[in-house]
């Protein structure tokens, strides 16, 4: 059982940047493929950004359009997201996840048996 944690959300003005870190329990945290998806108010939730054990590949959601950035620290138990030049659509709770142990990776939350509790997003125009 895999236990994820997120931290880093807040109240940011569109153009500005916010970094989200997760924090996974458990010992096999290399094995685990990890993702991090966003749900707004009245929409189905999304992928943004993927990224597998090593050799590390990485997979981005279509509207992130190089603005944001994940990447994990298997020393720290931890996966980032690096969001810069917000815009106020990308208001919304952003979701860790991770697969089982050598599981698939990809951008369908179906594939990911872990999630942690969300945080809060908010950009202001």
């Known amino acids: 059982q895999v236990q994820l944690v997120e931290a880093g959300g807040g109240l940011v003005q569109a153009g500005g940047s916010l970094r989200l870190s997760c924090a996974a329990s458990g010992r096999t945290f290399s094995l685990y493929g990890l993702g991090w998806f966003r749900q707004a108010p009245g929409k189905e939730r999304e992928a943004v950004a993927a990224?597998?054990?090593?050799?590390?590949?990485?997979y981005y959601g279509d509207y992130v359009e190089g603005r944001f950035t994940i990447s994990r620290d298997n020393t720290k138990n931890t996966v980032y997201l690096q969001m810069n030049s917000l815009k106020p659509e990308d208001t919304a709770v952003y979701y860790c996840a991770a697969t089982k142990p050598r599981g698939p990776v990809g951008l369908y939350s179906n594939l990911y048996d872990y999630w942690g509790q969300g945080t809060q997003v908010t950009v202001s125009s």
């Open positions: 990224i597998t054990r090593s050799p590390v590949r990485i």
